[in-house]
């Protein structure tokens, strides 16, 4: 069993920054891809972007490609959403999620991720 907790979000300008944190309990991270989804108001939970166990291999979705990085501390058990030059279109409730998988391999599907945390909202708005 992992345990999620999301940290970091809030209300930004457009083109500002915003760092969230994902922190896990319960198991050796390195052996889990986490991956962010997040969910706007009226739409469908959608993937932003994921990271391999080993920290190794990233994904990411088209609309932040060149925005947003994303890294893995296994010693700490934190993974990091760095997001940059954030878009009103960016807002949402941003989710962590993790999967236990090969440690190289990358998870971008919804339906492939066990567990997720309570979310955080980011909001960007003038």
Known sequence: QVQLQEFGGGLVQPGGSLRLSCGASGRTFGDYAVGWFRQAPG????FVAAISGS?????????VKGRFTISKDNTNNMVYLQMNSLKPEDTAIYYCSATQVFR????????????WGQGTQVTVSS
């Open 43 to 46: 739409k469908e939970r959608e």
């Open 104 to 115: 190289h391999a990358v998870v971008t599907g919804f339906h492939e991720y066990h567990y």
């Open 55 to 63: 920290g190794a291999f990233t994904s990411f979705a088209d609309s």
